[in-house]
Nanobody
Framework: QVQLVESGGGLVQAGGSLSLSCAAS????????VGWFRQAPGKEREFVAG????????YYGDSVRGRFTISRDNPRNTVYLQMNNLNPDDTAVYYC????????????????WGQGTQVTVSS
């Protein structure tokens, strides 16, 4: 059974930082591109960051580029999202997702999704 479990969310003040983790079980992470998405109340789920199977190609949504960094540790089957200089617009539930393949994927058609972790940024 495939599971993706996000952790590291919480409450932070504007300008602060958080580091999210996505731990996978039941699959070999190195065979998958992984993405982080977020969904705020009343809004559609949006792409935040993606990383290819080896970690040497990354891509970011316009609103987070320069502030967030995605990385992965394949032996640990874990992907990370370092979030710096957070602002209230970053408040959302953050999801990690895995899609079989070697690329970075920006659309929602992923194979597996985690349950999400809440990130709240106060002003």
């Amino acid at each position: 059974q495939v599971q993706l479990v996000e952790s590291g969310g919480g409450l932070v003040q504007a300008g602060g930082s958080l580091s999210l983790s996505c731990a996978a079980s039941g699959l070999t992470m190195s065979l998958y591109g992984v993405g982080w998405f977020r969904q705020a109340p009343g809004k559609e789920r949006e792409f935040v960051a993606g990383i290819n199977w080896s970690g040497d190609v990354t891509y970011y949504g316009d609103s987070v580029r320069g502030r967030f960094t995605i990385s992965r540790d394949n032996p640990r089957n874990t992907v990370y999202l370092q979030m710096n200089n957070l602002n209230p617009d970053d408040t959302a539930v953050y999801y990690c997702a895995a899609k079989r393949g070697y690329s970075v994927y920006v659309h929602l058609d992923y194979d597996h999704w985690g349950q999400g972790t809440q990130v709240t940024v106060s002003s």
